[in-house]
């Protein structure tokens, strides 16, 4: 694998995946600690990008915006369902229907108290970080649930398996983003630490950029870092540097 990029540039179009990436996982995704200085990290790598930087995330933007306020990034919510450009107006993708999936989601919760069932706007989750033997019977429940429908996708994360919208994923929002303003003609680097993010590495690394895999794992992306805590330390190295002002013709 290579290397870190040694700096982010003018050229540069960031893209940040959250948990287990930016901030450590949690028992709970309502646990999660954001080091102190993130935001204000985070800010500055906003302003001497021109604002080409968005927040790439399976989460709902209800509940990930708290952690980061009062910072306001452009962003993907949901894998990417929910997608908040540079204008500020939120685009949605249609929402499928998720009744079977959160009926058994929620029917094994009830057996099981260590489980913990979300339902977002466009897709539901399953987490099992507080019950690691129930991973097999969690994930086959899901698979279950959708097999007869082609329009719902099944993705296994790090102690979560959610249900989502077969036509929406992280590398389709980064794909969009990089056809506007700021981030078209930009060079794109993505960071994430999941099987969910394997989209996206996969995309900007076809454009051009660099894939950023935090942690162990397979994984397609170009370059690997050990923890949040490494790829923390880069965005600070780069944040460091005088503003950035060789932006793209």
């Known amino acids: ?55 790439v995330t399976g989460r709902a933007q209800a509940d990930i915006e708290p952690f980061l306020a009062p910072l306001r990034l452009p962003a993907a919510f949901e894998h990417g369902a929910v997608r908040r450009p540079t204008s500020g107006t939120l685009v949605q993708a249609p929402t499928p229907e998720l009744g079977p999936a959160l009926a058994a989601a929620r ?34 429940a899901m698979a279950a649930a959708i097999a007869h429908d082609p329009g719902l996708q099944l993705l296994r994360g790090k102690a979560v398996v959610e249900v989502k919208s077969a036509h929406v994923s992280k590398g389709l929002a980064i794909a969009a983003f990089m056809k506007e303003a700021p981030f078209a003609g930009r060079e ?18 076809q454009l051009g950029g660099t894939g950023v895999k935090v942690g162990e794992g397979p994984t397609c992306a170009a370059v690997r870092v050990a923890d949040p805590l490494a790829l923390r330390a880069w965005l600070q190295q780069a944040a460091r540097l005088p503003p950035l002002n060789t932006a793209p013709p």
């Open 107 to 140: 029917a094994l919760a009830a057996r099981h108290p260590g489980l913990l069932v979300e339902h977002k706007q466009t897709a539901m989750a399953l987490h099992f970080r507080l019950a690691p033997e129930m991973q097999a019977e969690c994930t086959a």
């Open 188 to 205: 794109p680097v993505f960071a994430g630490d999941d099987v969910t993010d394997e989209a996206g590495f996969d995309v900007v690394q």
């Open 1 to 55: 694998m290579k290397t870190l990029p040694r700096l982010l540039t003018g050229r540069s179009a960031l893209f940040l995946d959250f948990d287990g990436t930016l901030a450590e996982l949690a028992p709970r995704p309502e646990a999660v600690v954001v080091p102190r200085e993130l935001i204000g990290l985070l800010g500055q790598l906003f302003e001497q990008l021109d604002g080409a930087m968005a927040l």
